[in-house]
């Protein structure tokens, strides 16, 4: 066969998706780049003109936008700290030999398929609610006052449902990993006297190396977009307390109706996202390609 | 690596992952439980369970007051839509990936998934106002059309990871015989990557299913899925408790069964390959 006239077949069906792709990523990004430059507010739409760095200077002069690029992070970090600690905890915990080990794995598995506006309600209504939710009528039983979940601890409640959304994405990753480790290699530590912790730390963990990259990476991907979960609950608040950067991006755009500004914010996001992206890539780049 | 315990660890073992996972699985529990009792039952303080007035009114109600079928018929077309569309896209571009793979393979592949990277709300009011020009505002098929741009990145990946545990032997001999790139494809690739290919498909019409951003920027009324669905149901209703979980119980259960009865092949397709 030709490798000259195969090459070519393959970029040929290469070409739709990277051609698609790049429409979808670049002509948005564009368009976002030009208004970013530009004095566009829907409530004076007479008043145009190009304006320079003023909405990026706004942006960096605002209070707010600090704060908010430390929720994000926070969150991101957060989710990420809590899912593949527990996650790993889970991992080891049903990898023993347990009764029903297929049942639990639909039981943990459950909260990834309830799509970010449901978790967010069920968490906030049935849940966090200061009169009505579970947790204040627990509070009321042992006498104690209900805590104010989403007033007072905004964004670690933010971190709590957005990490049990994805706690069994972890679980079940780290988990399957666990199970392709030899059980041999586990009793011939075991039998040289190795201790428990020092089998986790030197065989177990090495093990699960890979998988952990997969879930921070994909994790990643998704929780620096995290919206509808802030929207629902906290809508940013109290005050800024719980704004991440997408969401003080969205208040500009609706709340504000600044299309400049938050197309400033949008393109210092996707400056952020790429800064991440590229510490990430680097780590990782070998582990997923097998 | 299963390794042989004490009958007594088993059981203090299953007692305790038992525990994990019934704690995991209890808020969709209780969104089940409140969706079934009354309003002033849900509500009750200390909560009720087994002295609870049950009652299937939520769900008759919410049927009655809202079109369910019309959201449920709009999340299949889609969910489903965007992720078929998706797979005719993604599978040659996979194949050519996997087994003609060319220096710059491997940074397009990155490059793929670091378009997921970029935040949607970033690039929210440019897309609506081309959706608004094109006409594609509130309708089904523009709503595919974003959610398989969306997803196109972890379709291409998942197919790739899957296409290249392929032997390319196979390939040859089918070359050999004389078959066509079209027919290598369709008969010979295609049915040893079939597994594959429906893991992709049932993960990414879960992710399409539960996307809740662009279904709501993008859609009013007409084409407006669950997620809208359910966003627009809590925004008036959200003090009544029962009728919200019933709701929100009809808008999950149809993916959750889904999940459920292919939840091996998923996380598998989750790993992206690189879980063994």
Do not use: C
Not at chain 2, 112 to 131: C, G, R
């Amino acid at each position: 066969m030709s490798t000259q006239s195969s090459r070519l077949a393959a970029r040929v069906m290469v070409a739709p998706s990277v051609v698609l792709l790049f429409i979808w990523m670049a002509v948005p990004l564009a368009m976002t780049l030009y208004y970013s430059f530009r004095l566009y507010r829907l409530l004076s739409p007479d008043r145009t003109g190009w304006v320079g760095f003023t909405n990026y200077l706004w942006f960096f002069n605002s209070p707010d936008f600090w704060l908010a690029l430390w929720n994000t992070l926070a969150l991101v970090g957060g989710v990420l700290v809590i899912t593949v600690v527990l996650g790993i905890l889970i991992a080891l915990l049903i990898d023993q030999p347990v009764k029903g080990q297929g049942m639990l794995r639909i039981l943990v598995i459950a909260p990834f398929f309830v799509m970010p506006p449901v978790a967010a309600s069920i968490w906030e209504n049935l849940f966090m609610h200061p009169q009505n939710g579970l947790f204040a009528a627990i509070a009321r039983g042992f006498g104690a006052q209900p805590i104010l979940f989403l007033e007072e601890y905004p964004l670690l409640s933010v971190i709590g449902i957005v990490s049990w959304e994805w706690l069994p994405f972890a679980a079940l990753i780290l988990l399957t990993s666990l199970q392709s480790l030899s059980s041999e290699q586990l009793e011939a530590a075991e039998m040289d006297g190795a201790s428990a912790l020092s089998r986790l730390r030197y065989i177990i963990l090495p093990h699960m190396t890979r998988a952990i990259t997969v879930v921070i990476l994909i994790q990643t991907i998704f929780l620096l977009g995290i919206f509808g979960e802030i929207f629902t609950t906290t809508q940013g608040g109290p005050g800024s307390a719980s704004t991440t950067l997408p969401y003080m991006i969205f208040k500009q755009a609706i709340a504000a109706k600044d299309i400049g500004r938050a197309a400033a914010g949008g393109i210092i996001a996707v400056i952020l996202a790429n800064i991440v992206a590229y510490f990430l890539m680097r780590g990782i780049g070998r582990h997923l390609d097998a | 690596m299963a390794r042989a315990t004490s009958p007594r660890r088993k059981t203090l073992t299953t007692i305790a992952a038992w525990s994990v996972a019934l704690i995991i699985f209890f808020p969709v529990l209780w969104m089940i439980l409140t969706s079934f009792k009354t309003e002033a039952s849900a509500v009750a303080s200390p909560p009720e369970l087994l002295g609870a007035d049950w009652t299937l009114e939520n769900y008759a109600d919410v049927w009655s007051r809202s079109d369910y079928p019309r959201f449920f018929w709009n999340s299949v077309v889609i969910s489903l839509g965007s992720t078929l569309l998706g797979l005719a896209i993604a599978i040659p571009a996979a194949w050519a990936m996997a087994f003609v793979p060319g220096r710059r393979t491997k940074d397009l592949l990155m490059w793929m998934l670091s378009t997921k990277m970029m935040p949607a709300v970033a690039v929210m009011i440019p897309l609506y106002l081309l959706f608004l020009q094109l006409g594609l505002i509130d309708t089904r098929i523009g709503l595919v059309l974003a959610l398989m741009l969306m997803n196109l990145p972890i379709i291409v990946w998942m197919l790739y990871t899957y296409f290249k545990e392929i032997p390319g032997e196979i390939l040859e001999a089918a070359r050999m015989d004389g078959a066509g790139l079209i027919k290598e494809i369709l008969y010979v690739l295609t049915p040893i990557a079939l597994p594959g290919i429906a893991s992709t498909l049932l993960l990414n019409v879960i992710l399409a299913w539960n996307e809740a951003f662009w279904t709501i920027v993008l859609t009013t009324t007409k084409a407006a899925p669950l997620s809208a669905f359910i966003a627009s149901f809590s925004a008036p209703q959200g003090l009544f408790y029962a009728k919200l979980s019933a709701a929100s119980t009809m808008a999950i259960a149809p993916i959750l069964i889904l999940g459920w009865f292919s939840q091996k092949q998923l996380v598998r397709g989750l790993t992206f390959g690189a879980v063994k």
